[in-house]
């Protein structure tokens, strides 16, 4: 369709040599990098989600490292959780937010050390963020982007090829826990998290120039499970109900209009940002949620990527952030952003660009 123009300013992947070995044909832009979208095969690439085992290069889920002897009051004050219990080893779905409560990146965050912590950003610039509170609090900790680069492994048989890897102790790892090892002197992370709900695990690569070592070794250990290359698949994901930050939010969102409300402790201490907001927010009660949509057409409806207006009665009453074809479910279903007046089980029309489309809301996740 049209190339993209090289630049500094737009920075490689380690994997990306990889990825073009593969047959990558698609990128997207996150975090100032690209990310691939597709190999191709956009069914057969979530069937084999689904069924067997992916890998998939997520470089651009960057690392915010906050190092130095107050990186653990930092990681607090920018996360309104309660990381008091967090132990090294563990990490952390977070929902950072502004002073006005709004959600500006939704992080894993993962504690290395009592003095090192990373914060494993969706698409938003946390570096400025974290030095600017840094520095405005006073705080001596220094906070950096750090070489690390996640590489993905997803799917049911994704914990036997990463356990031929590197062994059967990671069967035991619990959910965002993660421990840092090496294979033939590739220095990694090996976590049990990732951006789909059919389980698996994130490598985070900790040398950026051993890319195509680490992704020959997967693509190895992954051979007799028919591993192949894959993405953050929007299917899967938006059947199972995960947040993409920037997509699905706006710039008024708070966590509790997007599910986040469980990963919000109202009770960490008032340095925390955007925690008054946060509490008034919740007092209040939040003037949005986040539904799930079910389109009434049942043919794959190749909708444009933008947000739709939700109508009821010819009232406009939110969006639809997103929209999909369900494999699964052979419908076109999407996410809703839609006043708390409007509750599950509502009939609504989808509307914009000529499209007049009926659709049911539902809760999340659909399966
Ligand atoms: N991996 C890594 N970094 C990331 C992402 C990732 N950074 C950006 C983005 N993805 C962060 N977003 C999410 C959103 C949801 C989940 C993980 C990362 C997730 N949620 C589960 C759920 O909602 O059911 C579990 C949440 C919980 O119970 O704590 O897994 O993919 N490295």
Redesign the pocket.
Same mark, same amino acid.
């Given at each position: 369709m049209f190339g993209i123009t090289p630049s500094a300013r737009l920075r490689p992947s380690p994997f990306y040599e990889s990825t073009v070995a593969e047959g990558v044909q698609s990128f997207t832009t996150y975090n100032n990098m690209l990310m691939p979208t597709g190999y191709g095969d956009p069914e057969g690439e979530y069937w084999r989600l689904i069924n067997g085992v992916s890998m998939w290069d997520?470089a651009v889920?960057r690392?915010i490292e906050l190092h130095g002897p107050d990186a653990g009051r930092l990681a607090q004050i920018l996360s309104p959780r309660d990381l008091g219990k967090c132990v090294e080893g563990q990490g952390?779905?977070v929902a950072l937010c502004n002073h006005a409560g709004t959600l500006i990146?939704?992080?894993?965050l993962l504690k290395l050390a009592e003095d090192r912590y990373w914060l494993?950003?969706?698409?938003s610039n946390i570096l400025f963020w974290a030095r600017a509170v840094a520095s405005e609090r006073g705080l001596d900790v220094a906070v950096s982007e750090a070489d690390v680069s996640?590489l993905?492994v997803q799917g049911p048989k994704a914990e036997d090829v990463v356990a031929s890897l590197f062994g059967d102790w990671v069967r035991d790892l619990k &959910?965002?826990w993660f421990s840092e090892t090496e294979i033939d002197g590739i220095p990694v992370a090996v976590?049990r998290? +990732?951006?789909s709900?059919q389980g698996g695990f994130?490598i &985070?690569l900790m040398d950026g120039s051993k890319g195509a070592g680490l992704w020959d070794r997967v693509k190895e250990a992954g051979k007799p499970f028919d591993i192949g290359p894959g993405n953050?698949n929007a299917c899967e994901r938006i059947e199972? +109900? !995960? !947040?993409?930050?920037g997509g699905d939010t706006d710039d008024a969102t708070n966590p509790y209009e997007v599910?986040l409300g469980?990963?919000v402790d109202l009770d960490v201490a008032d340095d925390v940002v955007g925690i008054k907001a946060l509490r008034a927010i919740k007092a209040e009660g939040p003037k949005r949620h986040q539904l799930g949509a079910v389109l009434e057409n049942d043919e794959p409806t190749a909708l444009p990527a933008h947000w739709y207006d939700i109508l009821v009665d010819g009232e406009k009453v939110g969006d639809l952030t997103n929209c999909v074809w369900s494999y699964r479910l052979k419908r076109n279903i999407g996410f809703a952003l839609v006043s708390t007046r409007v509750k599950p089980g509502a009939e609504v029309v989808v509307h914009k660009d000529g499209w007049a489309i009926p659709a049911a809301l539902s809760k999340l996740?659909f399966i």
């Open positions: 997520v889920e690392q952390k779905y990146n939704d992080p894993i494993s950003i969706a698409d996640p993905a &959910y965002f976590a998290s +990732g951006w709900k994130e &985070y953050p199972s +109900g !995960l !947040l993409s930050w599910r469980p990963f996740p």
